[in-house]
């Protein structure tokens, strides 16, 4: 189930009209829960990625970015939807590993509308960037952190084939043009002489000491180098001010 630890921005969103003579303005935070309603169309266990405007889809002001291939058939590397439902039963043979969540409890994931992050190999399957503020000519924004959880793919690898010292690390880094903001990083796996320790619900990821960003990128770095590099995110909190 999914706990939003960002307690401030939970109950609802702020907004404020702003007017100092210059112009007008809006200030406000909120939450990208990637539900779209009767926006876009989910079949049980599907995903869905933006063929019309094959650089990616929008939320509010913000963009996930995606690479389609040329047919696009499918996404190539970045952001894709994932509405994969879990079988009341627990019984999770027949879904498809590759883009739904890591759930060690089943039950509590009955239905879920979330995106998933698939990092190519290859750079050139990648778009330019990862999650993009497009206005900054007329505003700012502020990317407070979201939840992150491993795919049961990325899971299973791990299973099979990691051993003590191995991990899989998640790197945000910020950008305002061309000045790198910083990077900040957590673990998504992490096998040590005291743990072997796979996130496996919904964990937070705060990075709001990036400040007023352009873009955020991502990268996935693993010990072991043919690790598949997928995350999946929710509930993404950013704050904005525009003027008009």
């Known amino acids: 189930m999914k706990r939003l630890f960002f307690i401030l921005f939970s109950l609802m969103m702020v907004v404020s009209c702003l007017d100092d003579g210059s112009g007008m303005g809006q200030t406000y935070t909120t939450v990208a829960d990637f539900e779209y309603g009767n926006n876009v169309q989910f079949l049980p266990d599907s995903t869905f990625f933006n063929t019309k405007q094959p650089a990616g889809f929008g939320y509010d002001v913000l963009n996930f ?23 009341k039963s627990g019984n999770i043979q027949g879904l498809n590993n590759t883009y739904r969540l890591y759930a060690s409890e089943p039950e509590k994931y009955l239905s879920n509308t979330y995106t998933v992050y698939y990092q190519n190999p290859e750079p050139a399957f990648m778009p330019a960037h990862d999650i993009v503020f497009p206005l900054t000519e007329n505003g700012k924004c502020k990317i407070v952190g979201f939840y992150v959880t491993n795919t049961a793919a990325v ?3 791990v299973k099979e ?9 998640l790197k945000a880094t910020g950008y305002l043009g061309a000045t790198n903001k910083g990077t900040i990083e957590m673990k998504l796996v992490d096998f040590t002489e005291k743990k072997d320790s796979i996130v496996s619900s919904w964990t937070p990821f705060e990075i709001d000491d990036l400040g007023y960003i352009e873009y955020v ?28």
């Open 65 to 87: 970015c995606h690479q389609l291939d040329p047919t696009k058939s499918r996404v190539e590397g970045g952001f894709l939807l994932s509405c994969l439902e879990m079988p």
């Open 155 to 157: 899971a299973e690898y």
């Open 161 to 169: 084939n990691f051993k003590e010292g191995d991990n899989i690390t």
């Open 217 to 244: 990128d991502f990268e996935i770095t693993s010990t072991q180098p043919n690790t598949p590099a997928y995350f999946c995110m929710d509930m993404l909190v950013y704050s904005v001010e525009l003027e008009y």
